[in-house]
């Protein structure tokens, strides 16, 4: 008899794992305590694929002999501790998917960076004409693709929910751009347990597969000298000169490793700032390990599009430039947002803070923030670490509220910058819906 798979959450990563599931033979049961969202919904239906929505029936989910959870849903959740209790195995959609192909896997993780970087890497092998998928954290779910057709290349955007509940996940490529503080309310407010969910992504990993990381992060440096790993080592840095890896020679971004060499002027990348000088020199390793050509790199690099919702600029309003970061969900992304813009700045922020240190800070809002709005239902933990620092400090409800509030409170020649360092669901959908109604509420002024 077939095996029986019960997946939790009927999302993007719920419906791609069903899909995959069913084709593989499983009996699959979907089960989400949410209401569904039409196009997965009607995907389910069509495929003949039994699904609850609104609850989860305990029975069926603990007759199941696998269970996959939806990174959204937490440990803590009474359904998910009834299966622990009853031994049955739990995996994440990625540990899933990877068994069913074996295409060349790029894994792409880190606080920060990695859906830049992730695109980026895409792009250029897309450009080199290469048979290859973008899965994962951004777009679609890496079990939905797996189940659509064979690809050559997966590039994997992977965050630490999705890493958690990989057992066997082994990709040929692993990038760790950064790990700081983030998402610590799942991590029972413990720093290591989040370091050790970024790690998960080298577990498997053997001496013929390449970890591409950033030198200059410490904790990663840190992390990699206690567990000494034995995959083959590219460090990216922009303060040290590096022989194997990529590294900065004054305004001369190089890359040099597996006896090749690769160098252009940082003056022709498409994406400006030192954070995307690092996503750049991850993607550019990535794609040399590739055997990409070196012109095929080059113009990648310098003619990639940019992301959505990050520093993504949408339109100048009677002189105030409004710039959509609603993808910086945390405080350092929020950072490097800050840190790359010349002009002073309406800072709009909030949502649902998760445990922020906001002391990082202090210094950039000090020297360029000149009000801020606040977006979510709780701001007091906004308005104790800034407070004296900042001369106007405003609450509001809606974007369209901030929105006007932002541009009533901005000058000529300043820049309105929605980066919230927070994650969206108190009041939207997610941050893409955060980022579009940002846009849509710009545009309406």
């Known amino acids: 008899m077939p095996e029986k798979i019960a997946i939790l959450g009927a999302g993007e990563s719920g419906t791609g794992t069903a899909l995959l599931a069913a084709m593989q033979g499983y009996r699959v049961w979907v089960s989400d305590q949410g209401t569904l969202r039409d196009r997965y919904r009607k995907m389910l239906i069509e495929n003949d694929i039994p699904f609850e929505e609104g609850k989860h029936t305990s029975g069926k989910i603990l007759d199941a002999d696998l269970v996959m959870k939806s990174p959204g849903i937490p440990d803590s959740a009474e359904i998910v501790q009834k299966i622990r209790a009853k031994g049955i195995p739990v995996v994440s959609e990625i540990e899933f998917a990877a068994r069913f192909t074996d295409a060349t896997l790029i894994g792409i993780t880190g606080s920060n960076g990695k859906t830049t970087t992730t695109c980026l890497t895409w792009h250029i092998l897309n450009k080199a004409g290469l048979n290859v998928a973008l899965a994962g954290n951004v777009g679609r779910s890496f079990a939905g693709l797996v189940a659509e057709k064979a690809c050559d290349y997966y590039v994997i955007e992977l965050s630490s929910f999705q890493l958690d509940d990989t057992f066997h996940f082994r990709p040929h490529l692993a990038v760790i751009m950064n790990i700081t503080p983030d998402h610590l309310d799942r991590y029972g407010y413990n720093m290591q347990h989040y370091i050790d969910s970024k790690f998960r992504i080298i577990r498997n990993q053997s001496s013929s597969d390449h970890l591409i990381y950033c030198l200059d992060d410490p904790v990663i440096r840190k992390e990699l000298e206690t567990r000494k790993p034995n995959m083959q080592m590219h460090p990216f840095s922009v303060r040290e000169r590096l022989e194997n890896g990529a590294w900065l020679d004054e305004d001369i971004l190089r890359i040099s490793n597996l006896n090749q060499s690769f160098d252009m002027t940082i003056h022709d990348l498409a994406l400006m700032g030192q954070h995307n000088v690092y996503n750049s020199m991850a993607a550019g390793i990535a794609a040399q390990i590739l055997n990409i050509r070196k012109e095929t790199i080059r113009e990648s690099l310098s003619d990639f599009q940019g992301v959505e919702h990050r520093l993504e600029k949408v339109i100048s309003v009677h002189g105030i ?4 970061d609603s ?13 790359s813009i010349s002009t002073p700045v309406v800072w709009i922020t909030g949502g649902v803070d998760k445990g922020n240190d906001y002391a990082p ?16 239902k709780d701001n007091s933990s906004i308005h104790r670490a800034f407070e004296g620092l900042v001369p106007t400090i405003v609450d509001t409800s809606s974007m369209q509220e901030a929105v006007q509030a932002a541009y009533y409170l901005a000058h000529k020649e300043e820049t309105v910058l929605l980066s919230p360092a927070c994650a969206s669901f108190d009041l939207f959908e997610n941050y893409e819906d955060r980022g579009r109604q940002f846009k849509q509420a710009v545009r309406n002024l």
């Open 327 to 339: 993808k910086a969900t945390n405080v350092n992304s929020t950072w490097y947002a800050l840190e």
């Open 321 to 324: 430039e409004f710039i959509n």
């Open 361 to 376: 800070l202090k210094d950039l809002v000090k020297e360029k923030v000149r009000a801020i709005v606040c977006l979510g």
